[in-house]
């Protein structure tokens, strides 16, 4: 069965901090990994996406990893600010799949404290 | 800046009532989507259009009903909203494959509560 696994399930740090999100999924066939960050309210808006030949990638101050033979990813955020507080939902998609199918993970709450 | 648009963003309607909920994209992507997401819970595909006059039910059983006479608009209609109805409704479109160059897009959703 196509899953989406998410650590923590909630996380709380200080401004300033860094911290890492973690996905587990088991997709096949893989063909992307995405991270995407969710305001509460709001739609979720994409932040990076991955294929099976990237190890990492960058978006400012969010770096996400992936490791596709142990199918994990990670999403770290450095030096974190108030404005990161959100749901960080991790989604994988499948190869070969015209539909378009997406995998979504529940989704780690962040919260950043003053 | 968000090219799917989604109104209203809040409904609070009573029980029986019709609704329609509105989503709109100016991408001129094929495929769109409705997704239903509870608080805390992952999304959950309800509804999905391959192109005009195409659409197809999702993994989730829902009540709603769409449809898609042009490409832009895809709207998601409840006949007799009920209050297990009541969730977060989001709409996205693509070019296309799930592949890295194809955009994936979430309007900003509508919270629905049936009371």
């Known amino acids: 069965k196509n899953q989406v696994e998410q650590s923590p399930q909630s996380l709380i740090i200080l401004e300033g901090k860094n911290c890492t999100l973690q996905?587990?999924?088991?997709?096949?066939?893989?063909?992307?990994l995405r991270w995407y960050k969710q305001d509460t309210g709001r739609g979720p808006v994409s932040l990076t996406i991955m294929t099976f030949s990237e190890n990492t990638k960058s978006n400012g101050r969010y770096t996400a990893t992936l490791d596709a033979d142990t199918k994990q990813s990670s999403l770290h955020i450095t030096a974190s600010q108030l404005s990161d507080s959100a749901s960080y939902i991790c989604?994988?998609?499948?190869?070969?799949?015209?539909?378009?199918?997406?995998?979504f993970g529940r989704g780690t709450q962040l919260t950043v404290w003053p | 800046e968000a090219d799917i648009y989604q109104t209203p963003r809040y409904l609070v309607i009573g029980t029986g009532k019709k609704i329609t909920l509105e989503c709109s994209q100016t991408m001129g992507h094929d495929k769109m989507y409705w997704y239903q997401q509870d608080p805390g819970m992952e999304l959950h595909l309800i509804h999905y259009s391959y192109g005009v006059n195409s659409t197809e039910k999702g993994d989730l059983s829902s009540e709603s009903t769409v449809s898609r006479i042009r490409t832009e608009h895809f709207p998601l209609t409840l006949e007799s909203a009920r209050p297990s109805h009541t969730s977060q409704y989001l709409c996205?479109?693509?070019?296309?494959?799930?592949?890295?160059?194809?955009?994936?897009?979430f309007g900003s959703g509508t919270r629905l509560t049936v009371v």
């Open positions: 996905c587990n999924y088991t997709v096949s066939p893989f063909s992307n």
């Open positions: 996205a479109s693509s070019e296309g494959r799930t592949g890295p160059g194809y955009g994936y897009t």
């Open positions: 989604v994988v998609s499948d190869r070969g799949s015209t539909l378009g199918r997406l995998y």
